[in-house]
Every structure is written in C-alpha cells, then in structure tokens.
C-alpha cells in the first residue's frame, strides 16, 4: 500500500506544478483584458481566469487521488485557486519527506483575503448587513408602494435591506415618490435600504391576435345543489363618461354597461328593463338601486349574454348598449400542431381547429424571426409551448417587399392543449437576436436611475460586447452630467452599482467574459435569474446551474443576487411549502435574496430574515461552520432498547 502511495505522489506533484503552469499561462494570455479592469476588481480578474481555465478541464482524478491521501479535495477552491493547489502540492511534498515548496503564510491568508474582498464588494454594492447575516434581502415594490408609505415602512420593519423596482411598470413620477419612500422608511427603521432599478430590455412577444366578439356575460351564482344565491347585476353608467367604482358584492362579477343618460335618468328603484340578449333569449331586470353618483344597480334571475348591439328598453323607451370591450381571443396550440411565426405585423387570425388551417402569429421583434434557423428551438410563455424551427422562408407581398415565416412544428405543449395569447413571451435559446441590450426605452430609464436610484439591474444581458456597451451608456451620461456643470449626478452616474441579470443561454455559457467585461465597473454584481434561465437550459438543468453561477461568481469576488420564485407560495398564499423552504437554505448562500410580489409578502419578509440570521451563524457560500448543535447533544445518550422522553 505504502509503495502505491508512493507511486501516486509522485504522479500528482509534477501534475499539479504543471496545472499551475497552465492557469498562470491563462492569466498572462489574457493580460490586456485584466490591464482593462478596475484596480479593485485585479485579484478577481486574476482568479476569474485561472478558475475558468480549471474548470474547462476534468480534474476529477486530481480530486481523487489527493482524497485517498489525505489532502484536500480541491472542492471549496473559488476564493484562490492558486493557494489552493499550492497548499496540496505542500501536503505532498510533506507526505514524501521534502520541505514545503510554496510558503505557508501567504497560503494561510489566501482565502481570508478573497473572502474580505467579496465582503467588501459586496458591501459597496448592496450596503451592509444585519448583525449574524450573511445575506441581504431585496424586495420588489409593488406599484402601491408609490402612493402607500406605510406599506414601505412595514417591509423596513419586517427586514427589507434593498427595495427594487421594476421599470417595465408605472413610470417616473411614482418611481421618485416609491424612492422617497424607501428612504422615509429607511430614516425610520434606522438603517440604510438601497434603491435597486430594473431595466427591461429588448423582449420578443407573440403580436396581436384577433379580438373577439364585444359581449359581456351577466351571470347568476348558483350553489351545489343549483339554486340562485346571487342574481345577475347589471351596472348601468352614462355614455361618454369614466367608469364609476362598482361595487364589490358576493357573487360573480356584474356586467358594466354604457347607456344614454337620459334614458338612464328615467330610471327609478323598482324600474324593469327588458332586453334580448345575444342569443335571442329574452330577459329582465329590476332596477334595485341608484347611486349618488349615478349608477343604477339592477337585478335579474337568468344570465344573460349582452353585445354593444343589445338594446335596452323601459317604459317604452329604447337604449343601445355601448362600453363593452372585445373580449380576448387565445389559440390553441397542441402537440404536433404546425405554427407559423412572421414578420408581418397583421393580427392573427384565430380558426376553429376542425377547420385544419395553420395559424399564422405575429412577433413583436421582427429581428427575432429573421435570426431564427431550421432546428432552433422556439419557447413560448415561459416555456407552456415548446417547439422546432422546420423551414424559414420568404413570402412575397403585395407591395413588392416580402416577409420572413418561420414554420415551428410544436413538439410540446400541455395535456389536451395549452391557449397561447397575445403578448406572451418567446424565449429563443439557439438564436443570437440582433438587438442591443438596452431599448430606447431603457436608455430614457437609465437617465433616471443614473441621478436616483443605488444600482441599476441590466437584462437581457447575452455577451460581454453586451456589457460593455452598457457601460459606454453609463459613461455617456456621467459625461453629458460634467458638460453640464452637475458634478453630483455626473458622480452618481460614475459610482451607480450595476447588476448583470445572467437569464439567457449565451450570458451563461459565456459567463467568465461577461464578468470580466463587467469588472471595468468599479460596483458591480450579477443576478442569477432562475425564472428565464429554466425555461431555456431546461427545469432539469437548474439543480446545477445557480451553483456553477456562483462559484464563478465567488472566484471573480463578485457578489450574486439569486432570484425568481423565492418563497414565493409564501408570498402569494401566505404558507411556505416545504420544498421552498430547503430552497431558502441555498438561497441564502448567495450575497442576496430577491423577494418578488405578494399579498403576504411583508410575511415572506420576515422568515427569510429570521432564517437567514439563523443560517449567518453556520454557513458562508458552500463552507459550513461546525459549531455545536444543541439538538444532538444527548444524541448518543440513547441506547436501541430506550425510548427518549
């Protein structure tokens, strides 16, 4: 055994000095991107290479055969992985008698230092956290937050570090008053909370799809036994006036309708209106009362099917309907069906499915559909359809120009079909789309978020040409603010945390050059935005991915926002299942913790906080502390015949 022992060690020595040769080639190679980087960002672009370079290789006999002697495994190398593979190579040395080849002390404080530097990337980045906490939380504010301080106050309260905003909603004047409160909050609680500022980008979406027939429904509520509890309402308002505020009662929704005001003031409690619905089925209602604003409430015992055609009548008197919105239309797509996405703008037709006729789908990105080539895999709506590019084409129009239809055959889509509506996301995982990563809409965003907000969450992130350009914008701001002579909001623009959201395949697979093209920025961080990230690598895959995603991220010392569905049952229900409980536990590895919205999220709130100062004490990143566990003290104090009390 002693001379198998010996043999191996001899084997790995000269394994490891030339593995360590290699990964500093790297770092020498790439040594005019690492000159680009900012000087606090040096070490992390350094051991950003040299990790990325290790784990394009298989090391896993590496890993095997210095455990079978004792060594390390190699497996928690992200903070350094030069003092990682020094300080096996001085095991071995030991093991075979020689003096250690690489110095003990610098070994010794290696890891220290990288994690001090994260910590204080992290810090920089996100602000501070709570006493025994190891993580921060982010939470999304919901557009009440703009006109509620209170609702702002009581996320404070609960635990809230970051407060995030989604630019895609509401606009700039609720955006100021949801900062203001954040920071009248955070006076309040007595700690800081970060302003942290989503900027959508580029999104492909199914285009429009026909609209359906202008009718509304007026439907009774019947119980189990079907009986009537609740009647049929209608809600009749004067035409060419706001909708007023309807009232909330029991039972299904009342149909509003629009009606010409002065027959609409020959009304009185007690007036019947008669009327032939859509289906030619004759119907009355009661007038049961009339509001001071107007509205008069009426009753009825059948449901009845109203169109912008419908004509009311009462005491002889005669109105037209009017008010009633098309209703939405949706496609059925099932398995096997053939689909066909096209550059032309037209809504979509929708066909009986016995009438056998391909439907024909607008994109909202007509770039998206030129890119696209046979075998490109084509999601839709978070993943509900799946389907095949079969052929792209040209069709010719009209006016002498052509069109570009890509022929999907759909190989996935749920039991009995799924309905695909207008406006639902299409994820192209194959497909480079040439787009830039910001819309002119997020560049207007950007000057907003640059004078008042904390960080800046960048989508659609793909490249690190993505990434820069980015930043080339940051920069273009922070000058245009210096030629205006407003050095605070050229210095804000300068200093403002950026956050790379890592969702598509490309971000992913190229993740080590889209880091290191984000460490040219001072602040920096990224999001691992598990939500876009299933849909296109696949469900499966994201037992792995955000793990592999942060130990990249922990060797570049850069901090990780992890989120999409966090204890999100919790939040939209008001009780956690089991299952997203343990996923809070990894969770909390990461720098932060994004909340999304929900009725009970102040709730979600504070169990993440309390488990995460729960987890501070035990755990950083993939390391575990072994402190004492008070439930297993009398573990071992049981026999197999005994029964603990």
Not at 124 to 139: D, Q, S
Not at 354 to 369: F, H, K, R, Y
Request: aromatic share 4%.
């Amino acid at each position: 055994m002693s001379d198998s022992m010996s043999e191996l060690r001899s084997q790995l020595r000269p394994y490891l000095a030339n593995l360590m040769d290699f990964l500093e080639e790297t770092v020498e190679e790439y040594a005019d991107d690492i000159s680009q980087v900012h000087p606090t960002h040096q070490a992390g672009a350094k051991n950003l290479l040299r990790y990325a370079q290790l784990r394009n290789h298989d090391v896993a006999h590496l890993q095997a055969g210095l455990s079978s002697l004792g060594a390390t495994r190699l497996s928690t190398a992200e903070p350094d992985v030069i003092a990682r593979l020094q300080a096996a190579h001085n095991v071995l040395d030991v093991f075979n008698g020689d003096s250690p080849t690489y110095p003990l002390e610098p070994i010794g404080e290696a890891f220290a230092k990288a994690d001090d530097i994260l910590d204080d990337h992290a810090t920089e980045l996100l602000g501070p956290t709570k006493e025994n906490t190891h993580a921060r939380i982010m939470v999304t504010l919901p557009s009440e937050a703009a006109d509620d301080p209170d609702l702002v106050l009581k996320f404070a309260e609960a635990g809230m570090d970051l407060a995030r905003i989604n630019c895609a909603h509401d606009g700039e004047e609720a955006w100021a008053k949801m900062i203001d409160n954040v920071h009248a909050a955070a006076d309040a609680v007595g700690h800081d909370i970060l302003v942290s500022m989503d900027l959508a980008g580029p999104k492909v979406r199914t285009g429009d799809i026909e609209p359906g027939p202008a009718v509304i429904r007026a439907r009774v509520t019947r119980d189990a036994a079907g009986k009537t509890v609740e009647p049929a309402k209608l809600y009749l308002y004067a035409r060419d006036t706001p909708q007023p505020e309807l009232p909330t009662t029991p039972g299904r929704e009342g149909a509003p309708l629009q009606v010409d005001p002065a027959w609409l003031k020959g009304l009185a409690v007690g007036s019947v209106i008669t009327l032939e619905d859509n289906r030619g089925k004759h119907r009355s209602y009661r007038v049961e009362r009339i509001r001071p604003d107007g509205l008069a409430i009426a009753h009825g015992k059948k449901s009845a099917f109203i169109a912008a055609s419908t004509l009311l009548l009462h005491d002889g008197e005669v109105t037209t309907v009017s008010g009633i919105a098309h209703q939405e239309q949706k496609i059925k797509v099932v398995a096997g069906d053939t689909l066909i996405l096209t550059t032309n703008p037209a809504s979509a037709v929708v066909h009986e499915r016995a009438e056998g006729v391909t439907t024909t789908l607008g994109c909202d990105a007509p770039e998206a559909i030129e890119a696209l080539e046979p075998g490109h895999q084509v999601l839709f709506d978070d993943g509900a359809i799946d389907a095949t590019v079969k052929e792209v084409r040209k069709v010719p129009c009209g006016d002498g120009s052509t069109d570009t239809e890509a022929v999907l055959e759909v190989t996935r889509a749920g039991i009995g079909g799924t309905n695909l509506k207008a406006h639902k996301g299409i994820n192209l995982p194959d497909t480079f789309i040439p787009l830039p990563s910001l819309t002119e809409e997020d560049l207007t965003a950007l000057e907003f978020v640059a004078r008042n907000a904390d960080i800046v969450n960048v989508s659609f992130i793909r490249t690190a040409g993505d990434v820069v350009y980015v930043l080339d914008q940051l920069a273009d701001i922070a000058a245009r603010a210096d030629k205006e002579g407003d050095e605070d909001a050229a210095a804000h623009a300068k200093n403002l945390g950026v956050v790379l959201k890592i969702e598509t395949v490309p971000a992913y697979h190229q993740l080590a050059a889209v880091l290191l093209a984000g460490m040219r920025h001072r602040t920096l961080g990224i999001m691992i935005a598990r939500g876009d990230l299933a849909v296109e690598l696949g469900f499966e895959r994201m037992v792995e991915i955000p793990r592999l995603m942060m130990q990249m991220a922990e060797a570049a010392h850069i901090p990780v926002i992890l989120a999409t569905q966090v204890l999100e049952n919790l939040a939209k229900k008001g009780l956690p299942s089991r299952a997203e409980m343990t996923d809070v536990g990894y969770a909390l590895r990461a720098e932060c913790v994004m909340l999304n919205k929900g009725p009970n999220i102040t709730e979600a709130i504070r169990i993440l906080d309390r488990v995460s100062r729960r987890l501070g004490r035990s755990q950083l990143k993939n390391r575990q502390s072994l402190r004492k566990i008070s439930a297993w003290e009398d573990t071992l104090k049981y026999k197999p015949e005994s029964t603990p009390e």
